[in-house]
Every structure is written in C-alpha cells, then in structure tokens.
C-alpha cells in the first residue's frame, strides 16, 4: 500500500509517520508513506499557494494551481484508487472505511487548510471527502495522521497479532470488551473469574455480553436504539 500525504506543513506529520507502528510498517515493506510539500508546486515566487476568497469572505484559501500540479504529477507516475480531501463538512470516517481503505494499492490524502481549498479541486479532482469529527482543526494533517494509522494497522502482516486488530471496537459494530492483565488480585480489585477459567465459549460469551451491554450504554446509535 502507498500513502500521498499532500500537505503545507510536511514537518507536523514527519515524526508520525516515522514511530510506532506506521515506521514498522514500512521498514517491512508493507506500506510507504510519501509526504509532499504543497509549497514545491506553486508558480508564486513567494511559494503562496493561498489568496483571498472571491466574494469578500473571511480567511484565506487554498488555490487551484499548486494543488492540480502536485495530483497531476503524481498520477503521471502511477494510478490512485483514491483521492481524498480531508474536510470537516466529509463523510464520517469510521472503522468501516478504514477496513476498505485498508485494501487500496494507491491513495492520495489531501490535507485542507485555512478556510478550505478552491471549490473546483473538489469538483474535478477529489473523488472522496472525509472528515473526523464535527469540529474544525487548523489544518488536515491531524485528520491525515489518524486516517493513516487506522488504515496501515489493518494491512496484512503490520501488526504481530493480526487477530488483534479483528477484535478493536466498531469491528463488528460493537465496543470491544473490557481487558484486563497481572495481576489477577490488585488491592482487591478481581479481574472476573470467568476470564481465569480457561473455558474458551465461556469466556467468547462473556465477551460479546459485555460488549453488548457497553454499546447499548455508551454508544447506543451503534445498536440503531
């Protein structure tokens, strides 16, 4: 799989993409991770790859020019499956997404900034539009960095356990369980006695009930309630 993060501030997701699990990742040659700086495609002699909105409206935004130069020479050197623009006003990225994102070969991942990018972008290049949450962030790296990582940990081979990421909450629609580890006894805290019994349908039972019974109380909407 190979990620094309386009963003103004390259150095903010620099150090995330080279950590933990996304580092792993690509030092196996499972996944690569290109960033791009917006700044090397603009013709401003300023590197500006911003101007004010027509209309009079507040903030600053993102021009056509730079952000057609850098997709087109992308795709002049292979295909995307994917083109997304990060954006508060997207589709609500979920478990969901990132399990079918996950399977793409080729994605490019435009982050937005100031008051957003020129309409026309959207119109004739983005083919996919996502946002995080109902809130605004200064800039798309944030929403770059959290979609990069919920989709790479999915990618066969990434983590140790792939059984592990099967199991996350919003995998099947439901909170995961509540986990626990050593020591059994702690300060008289148990961890429940069905988890020590060694009885593997007991304990998948107790699981999914637990599971059950956190959705319905934490996050009904998932249970359509």
Avoid at 14 to 24: K, M, P, Q
Wanted: aromatic share 6%.
């Amino acid at each position: 799989m190979r990620i094309d993060i386009i963003t103004v501030l390259p150095e903010m997701l620099d150090g995330f993409i080279n950590t933990s699990i996304l580092a792993r990742a690509q030092k196996k040659g499972l996944v690569e991770i290109h960033l791009h700086n917006l700044r090397d495609y603009t013709t401003d002699k300023h590197r500006r790859v911003d101007d004010y909105p027509f209309g009079g409206a507040a903030g600053m935004v993102m021009q056509c020019q730079p952000i057609d130069a850098c997709i087109t020479a992308l795709k002049a050197e292979r295909d995307y499956d994917e083109v997304i623009f990060t954006t508060p006003d997207g589709e609500q990225f979920n478990q969901p997404m990132a399990n079918a994102l996950s399977m793409l070969n080729n994605v490019i991942i435009l982050c937005g900034h100031y008051k957003g990018i020129d309409y026309r972008i959207r119109e004739h290049l983005i083919t996919k539009e996502v946002s995080i949450g109902d809130f605004v962030l200064t800039g798309g790296e944030l929403a770059a960095a959290v979609m990069a990582d919920a989709m790479v940990r999915l990618v066969p081979g990434v983590l140790s356990d792939e059984q592990s990421a099967l199991s996350d909450s919003f995998q099947d629609n439901l909170l995961a369980a509540p986990v626990y580890t050593r020591p059994a006894d702690y300060k008289g805290w148990r961890v429940p006695d069905v988890l020590l019994s060694g009885h593997e349908a007991k304990i998948k039972e107790w699981e999914l009930s637990q599971s059950l019974e956190r959705t319905r109380r934490l996050r009904p909407d998932l249970l359509g309630e």
